[in-house]
């Protein structure tokens, strides 16, 4: 019989039901969020549904004037708010939201400089193709495009590739709204110390409205895709880290496979991305999963069947429609980054505590590589870093898979990515940033009442 790898899948799937066997599926770990009191406001919740709040206020202003009176006048707690895409709990108040969706859009630039200047409020993906008439490319992207400008900076949020930085380093001038309705405009020569504090500040220090970006030259990226045996591909991770502009993988549970990715500069003809076939993969790991999560051994064996084979593809367009892709499943994440030369190691602790303790687990582990930077809360501070990115199904709980692997983070003196999920607070942080007190000088300076600070932010800076 000729079985496509979906059918494969599945027949396995109805002959364990035929067989009467036991199923361990999302249902019996499905979590149920509570929605909090009726009231006449209007909800807000992240992209994950994770996070809710019913905020007294949800305004998106549409000049500066009138954000600055907002701002002035609003009592209580002001977030800013930007695409939701962060899945740890920045943005809930009771108070006010406040989004920069209308300060959006390419200003201004300097063609010879390859200089930008955007409205903070600009999504990723509404940047490309203006960027890209001007001649200009963003350096690097992460692995989606809907997230803010403002956004981005302010999680340190960052794509892949050993000579590649996030977002935030990419930043040569700022401007925003201090609590005291006053625009602050920063660089390295004008207010520096509030430069190196503002470029990643988890929306603590003000509302950023404008930013000016150091591009590159507009460039077409060929995008490679294949799967490779996890055991001999280890052993070559760090060399294909050196030779290509990006490179990632993912490391699927309960198989000996991993999907690896590259990104290179290239002058080929066009061939377009069209439809990823990700969502169809993760969904056939989810019934495996479903079936066979009591019984690792045909699991492991299915889920190489499924895997092997699998062609490489190769796409080759502008750097916009290369560097970011799809991600429709839900999910909550926690990544944490470690220096660069302990990340294989952690990875195989990971593997090895996910396979032994959490059969529940079907997305794959995510692995990355970012250049070191300078901004004072960066994760990459003065430390070229892996990025090790676990996943749950977000109607699954994900708290004991994320306990078990934030355990081994800490070990390595993992920094948490600070839009994702984790534990720490601020003594934690005391300890893991340099120039930690230097930040909370310049957050008690610009904001010494409290008014950008909700729960969340008052446990990391421990205010
Ligand atoms: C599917 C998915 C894929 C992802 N992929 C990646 C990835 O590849 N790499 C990575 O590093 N991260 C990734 N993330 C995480 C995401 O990039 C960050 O959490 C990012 O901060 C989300 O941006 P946002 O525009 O949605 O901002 P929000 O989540 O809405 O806000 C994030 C922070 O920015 C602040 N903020 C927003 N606007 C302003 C403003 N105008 N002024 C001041 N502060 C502001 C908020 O107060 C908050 O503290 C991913 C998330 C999802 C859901």
């Not at 108040?93 to 201004?108: A, K, P």
């Not at 799967?227 to 502009?245: C, H, M, S, T």
């Not at 999963?289 to 690792?296: E, H, N, S, T, V």
């Not at 560097?323 to 190691?345: D, K, V, W």
């Amino acid at each position: 019989m000729n079985l496509s790898k979906r059918d494969l899948i599945k027949s396995a799937a109805f002959g364990s039901l035929a067989l009467g066997l036991p199923l361990k599926g999302a249902g019996a770990l499905a979590q149920t969020n509570t929605t909090g009191p009726a009231t006449q406001r209007i909800p807000w919740q992240n992209w994950s549904g994770l996070q809710k709040c019913y905020p007294a206020r949800r305004v998106a202003p549409k000049s500066l004037d009138e954000l600055t009176s907002l701002v002035k006048a609003a009592p209580g707690i002001v977030r800013p708010v930007a695409s939701g895409h962060s899945f740890q709990a920045l943005v809930p108040t009771d108070d006010t939201i406040v989004s920069l969706r209308n300060f959006s859009g390419l200003l201004s630039h300097d063609a010879d400089n390859l200089q930008a200047t955007l409205g903070a409020g600009s999504t990723l993906g509404s940047i490309g193709a203006p960027l890209s008439a001007i001649g200009q490319a963003l350096p690097n992207m992460p692995d989606i495009d809907k997230q803010t400008l403002a956004g981005s900076f302010s999680t340190g949020t960052h794509g892949t590739g050993k000579t590649l930085s996030a977002l935030h380093d990419h930043l040569i001038g700022l401007k925003f709204l201090t609590a005291a309705g006053d625009l602050m405009t920063c660089s390295a020569d004008e207010n520096s110390e509030v430069f190196n504090a503002a470029r990643v500040s988890l929306g603590s220090l003000g509302v950023m409205t404008e930013c000016t970006l150091q591009n590159l030259p507009n460039t077409r990226l060929k995008r490679r895709t294949w799967v490779e045996k996890i055991g001999p591909f280890l052993e070559r991770a760090e060399q294909l880290a050196e030779d290509n502009l990006s490179f990632e993988f993912f490391y699927i549970p309960f198989s000996g496979y991993a999907l690896v990715t590259t990104i290179n500069k290239t002058d080929d003809p066009i061939v377009p991305r069209g439809t990823s076939a990700d969502e169809d993969g993760l969904m056939d790991l989810k019934a495996l999963r479903d079936m066979l999560g009591w019984f690792p051994a045909l699991r492991h064996w299915l889920t190489d069947l499924a895997i092997k084979g699998t062609e490489v593809e190769e796409h080759v367009d502008e750097w916009w429609k290369i560097f970011p892709s799809e991600r429709r499943t839900r999910f909550n994440e926690m990544e944490y980054h470690l220096p660069q030369e302990t990340g294989i190691a952690a990875l195989k602790e990971i593997r090895t505590a996910l396979e032994r303790q959490h059969s529940e687990i079907f997305f794959p582990i995510e692995f990355r590589y970012v250049r070191e930077d300078d901004a004072w809360l960066s994760p990459f501070y003065q430390r070229p870093s892996c990025s090790i990115a676990v996943h749950c199904y977000y109607e699954e709980d994900h708290k004991p898979y994320f306990k078990t692997i934030e355990a081994i983070h800490q070990r390595y003196d993992g920094r948490p990515h600070w839009g994702k999920l984790h534990t720490r607070n601020a003594a934690d942080f005391a300890a893991l940033y340099p120039k930690w007190s230097d930040f909370l000088e310049v957050r008690a300076t610009l904001d010494p009442h409290g008014k950008f600070l909700n729960t969340h932010l008052k446990s990391v800076f421990g205010v």
